[in-house]
């Protein structure tokens, strides 16, 4: 029983680390913790970014967190072209979305 759980959760931990990440044709993999410019690097200059600053209104001049999201239309290394959304805080990729266009 041991051993199950042990397997199971080695899975779950593998499935979740790799569920950041966006494969070009390339091979090369954009992922969660590159910098900004990493990422210009590897797929270039986003099709369009969104820049967002959220704050609370407190009376106090408080500096808000900005949060950005950079758009492309990247072709994938599975075949096929994707609509891939990086959102980045504090300069560094934390999430990655795609869709695959002919699926959307």
Do not use: H
Not at 46 to 67: A, C, F, R, Y
Request: charge should be neutral.
């Amino acid at each position: 029983m041991k051993w199950f759980l042990m397997t199971v959760a080695a899975l779950t931990f593998s499935i979740q680390a790799t569920a950041c990440g966006f494969r070009l044709d390339d091979g090369k993999l954009l992922r969660c913790g590159m910098k900004r410019i990493d990422v210009i690097a590897l797929a270039g200059e986003p099709v369009s970014k969104d820049v967002d600053t959220l704050g609370v209104d407190t009376g106090e001049p408080v500096k808000g967190e900005t949060i950005e999201t950079w758009s492309y239309r990247l072709q994938g290394d599975i075949g096929g072209e994707y609509l891939v959304s990086l959102t980045l805080k504090a300069g560094k990729v934390v999430a990655i979305n795609s869709k695959q266009l002919e699926r959307i």
